[in-house]
């Protein structure tokens, strides 16, 4: 079974909504339904999301080759990409090869303060 329009609107509008909660407005976001292919034949992927910190773009696909999608499932794989959207920037941080001083003190700050008002 292929995953609907109706799913796919959920899944874009459960997004959003966590988007605001979390306050990231930073990025410009494109949504797709699209096949998500993995290496490992055992592994299915959900959804995905490929966010550039540089060009502050992300990419958020969601499968449409889901088996039995209902809209639980939907907005909980929303809320996960959205997350990986909330800690993509500290990864980022760790991986430049240089860093200001105070980076990742003031991006795990900016984590801590939005999950105080989440939590």
């Not at 494109?30 to 292919?37: G, S």
């Not at 499968?63 to 907005?75: D, E, L, P, W």
Request: charged share 35%; aromatic share 10%.
């Amino acid at each position: 079974m292929k995953t609907s329009k109706k799913d796919f609107e959920i899944f874009k509008k459960e997004f959003m909504r966590w988007v605001e909660i979390f306050g990231l407005k930073g990025h410009h976001l494109n949504f797709r339904l699209e096949p998500l292919r993995t290496n490992n034949s055992d592994s299915f992927r959900y959804a995905e999301i490929d966010i550039c910190e540089e060009g502050k773009w992300a990419n958020v696909t969601l499968n449409i080759n889901q088996n039995g999608s209902n809209k639980t499932r939907v907005k909980q794989h929303a809320k996960h990409e959205a997350i990986h959207l909330l800690i993509h920037k500290i990864g980022w941080i760790g991986k430049c090869r240089y860093l200001n001083d105070g980076e990742i003190d003031n991006e795990d700050e900016r984590l801590v303060r939005i999950l105080e008002k989440v939590l």
